[in-house]
């Protein structure tokens, strides 16, 4: 982002919470845990092909989408539904995750071989 443009930046916290809203307006309920788990798995299915065809071997197919944003903003979604479900609290948790991951990682891939 360049100097003196307008943030439209939207905090995890700010997306469950639009999620949640979203859901009570006009999704009626949430599906049930184990629906949007299977979901999850569905959409992180179609994010996979769309890599697959963009930077792995295979090409796509007549008619098919390269639609990279839309699949990764629809593992999100489901993902922050999952969340709001639970209990979860994004925010947090990837906090705690960030912090756990430097803690346990600081040197390891600094001194990986194979990524210099």
Not at 51 to 61: E, L, N, T, V
Not at 70 to 88: F, K, P
Request: aromatic share 6%; glycine share 6%.
């Amino acid at each position: 982002m360049k100097t003196g443009e307008k943030s439209n930046a939207l905090s995890l916290c700010d997306a469950q919470r639009q999620v949640d809203e979203w859901i009570r307006t006009y999704g009626v309920r949430y599906f049930s845990e184990l629906t949007n788990m299977a979901i999850l798995t569905e959409e992180v299915g179609e994010l996979a092909r769309i890599m697959a065809r963009k930077y792995g071997d295979q090409s796509f197919k007549a008619g098919e989408k390269e639609n990279l944003d839309d699949e990764m903003a629809d593992v999100l979604w489901v993902l922050i539904c999952l969340a709001n479900q639970t209990g979860v609290d994004l925010t947090e948790a990837f906090r705690r995750n960030l912090a756990k991951k430097t803690s346990r990682d600081k040197e390891r891939h600094l001194n990986n071989p194979k990524l210099k």
